[in-house]
């Protein structure tokens, strides 16, 4: 059974950095094909695509948050971490985390999103 | 970076069927069967219903279908069921600089 869960702080303040914790279980980052990405959904708007790693270390991310964005993982954590930097109230959002496969490129499985908002 | 294109709504009685529309560019929908449709309820996250434009996970009922055809692609869901009624957004592939493009979603109601 896949299970992914996110994690951290539910408010943060504008210019700062936000961090983001992706557990999961029921796959290995380091199998062939597989790969963890983020999206997100400020509320009641449609889902952004923010960054995914692959079990190759292969980053991508979304050409509009790029210069703000980190994404490592941790393989024998089952971790995968998400940095933002200069947080503004436009990024309040749902954060989901879910598993990519490479070769369909299609997000199989989600974790429950975290909502993170930002405000002074 | 668009967002694809979506109705915003649709609707149908139990038992009919929906279809509802994706458009793209030739830079993504177009150029690629990484076609994927997502069901989301109302404060649950995403469920994927639909992957490389016509396949099924494991789960999900033969209801749903996918198809494309040039830069548009389209869910159909047959029988409708009151438990269908929900957002849908679309997702494709978008080559190795935009790499993902979310639909703009569309909410369908069952009367």
């Known amino acids: 059974q896949i299970t992914l869960k996110e994690s951290g702080p539910t408010l943060v303040k504008p210019t700062q950095t936000l961090t983001l914790t992706c557990t999961f279980s029921g796959f290995s980052l380091s199998t062939g094909g597989v790969g963890v990405g983020w999206i997100r959904q400020p509320p009641g708007k449609t889902l952004e695509w923010v960054a995914i790693?692959?079990?190759?270390?292969?980053?991508r991310y979304s050409p509009s948050l790029k210069s703000r964005l980190t994404i490592t993982k941790d393989t024998s954590k089952n971790q995968v971490v998400l940095t933002m930097t200069y947080m503004d109230p436009v990024d309040t959002a749902t954060y989901y985390c879910a598993q990519i496969q490479f070769f369909d490129w299609s997000f199989h499985w989600w974790g429950q999103g975290t909502l993170v908002t930002v405000s002074s | 970076q668009s967002a694809l294109t979506q109705p915003p709504s649709a609707s149908g009685s139990p038992g009919q069927s929906v279809t509802i529309s994706c458009t793209g560019t030739?830079?993504?929908?177009?150029?690629?069967?990484?076609v994927s449709w997502y069901q989301q309820h109302p404060g649950k996250a995403p469920k994927l219903m639909i992957y490389?434009?016509?396949k099924r996970p494991s789960g999900v009922p033969d209801r749903f279908s996918g198809s494309k055809s040039g830069n548009t692609a389209s869910l159909t869901v047959s029988g409708l069921q009151a438990e269908d009624e929900a957002d849908y957004y679309c997702?494709?592939?978008?080559?190795?600089?935009?790499?993902?493009?979310f639909g703009t979603g569309t909410k369908v109601a069952v009367l």
């Open positions: 030739s830079s993504d929908i177009g150029g690629y069967n990484h």
């Open positions: 490389g434009v016509s």
């Open positions: 790693i692959y079990w190759d270390d292969d980053r």
């Open positions: 997702g494709s592939y978008a080559g190795s600089n935009n790499n993902y493009v």
